[in-house]
């Protein structure tokens, strides 16, 4: 296998325009995790991320900008917030769901009204976007349902020879994807979670609402990335816990032990100390460390065992609820 993986300077750049004009695909780092990245204009750039994630064309991209790009040449004057959001929280882990003027392709949009616009805050990223100058839609640079990768070997370790360029950026800072908020209504609503919390969103608006607070939940998922369908799971076996059965999990252990199949246990740092016995994922002890180490322990595990046992964390902070639905989701709970 060739390693696609190079640096990011001058001339890996000028080499990331070329395929980028010759509508091929490159993988990119941002502050959340690796976005595989083509010509949102381009219908032909578009299918190629499609084909090789494996991705439902139903299932929406988001568009990646410059900090200095005109957000209005792709999408029609913003509701009037937008702007303080932008100069809150962008460039950031955050996207927005907003009025398409339908210049991108319509795969990108999955034939949508809306189209999806972030402006990532990782100075690669930016380096990239600027030399390219063009809309880059760019979902998570893995195959589709697999984990999402936070490091330039993951992207490799699911692409192999099929990518022509990764851009190393190091790791992810965040290790989530980012933030989803529709703001083509009178207020925000949050789509997927992330970093960016609605608290933080009500903070600089007068109010933000969650999925949840609506009545219309699966026709404003139709609107965002990474809401429908299976995502996160790691090339191992999963098992989730509660809180509330640990000894299930000991019992589920102890089997596994007996039977010789190989086998970590996922949990936060105050959970751990009653399994010194076993192989375990410190997993961490705020939910912004948790958020950070999720992919890392979750693409770690498949390589090393057989068996994922994953204690959920305990807690009721967004950051803290959006780690808990990638745990469920990656053990197909969700």
């Known amino acids: 296998m060739f390693n696609r993986i190079q640096e990011t300077n001058s001339k890996t750049l000028a080499y990331a325009k070329e395929l980028i004009l010759n ?10 995790v690796y976005g ?16 090789l994630k494996g991705r439902p064309q139903d299932n929406p991209l988001i568009v990646h900008l410059h900090k200095e790009y005109d957000i209005e040449k792709l999408t029609e004057p913003p509701m009037p917030h937008l702007r303080q959001l932008i100069d809150k929280l962008a460039p950031g882990p955050i996207t927005f769901i907003l009025k398409s003027k339908k210049i991108v392709s319509n795969l990108v949009t999955a034939n ?5 616009i972030r402006i990532p805050n990782h100075p690669m990223a930016q380096a990239f976007l600027k030399e390219v100058d063009l ?55 949050i789509l997927r ?19 949840s607070d609506t009545n219309k939940q699966e026709e404003l998922k139709r609107l965002s990335p990474g809401t429908r369908y ?89 950051i803290l609820q959006t780690v808990q639905n990638r745990l469920k989701k990656a053990c197909g709970k969700l």
């Open 23 to 32: 509508n091929q695909v490159v993988a990119f780092p941002t502050e959340t």
């Open 36 to 51: 595989l990245g083509a010509n949102a204009l381009e219908d032909k750039a578009v299918e190629n991320i499609f084909t």
């Open 112 to 116: 949508l009204d809306t189209v999806a």
């Open 135 to 189: 809309p880059i839609a760019a979902p998570s640079a893995n195959i589709s349902t697999h984990t999402s990768p936070v490091t330039a070997q993951h992207v490799q370790d699911d692409f192999g020879d099929k990518l022509p360029l990764i851009l190393d950026g190091g790791r992810s800072f965040y290790g989530l994807e980012s933030t989803v908020c529709d703001i083509t209504g009178e207020k925000p609503i």
């Open 193 to 211: 979670q992330g970093f960016i919390t609605a608290d933080e969103i009500a903070s600089i608006v007068g109010d933000c609402l969650q999925l």
């Open 230 to 318: 299976k995502h996160y799971a790691p090339n191992c076996k999963t098992t989730l816990f509660e809180s509330n059965q640990i000894s299930d999990l000991e019992k589920y252990a102890h089997d596994l032990q007996e039977n010789g199949i190989s086998f970590a246990i996922l949990a936060e740092s105050s959970a751990i100390t009653g399994f010194q016995n076993y192989k375990v994922y410190n997993l961490g002890n705020t939910a912004k460390e948790m958020a950070s180490n999720l992919y890392m322990y979750l693409r770690e595990a498949e390589k090393e065992v057989e068996n994922l046992l994953v204690l959920l964390p305990i807690g009721q902070s967004e």
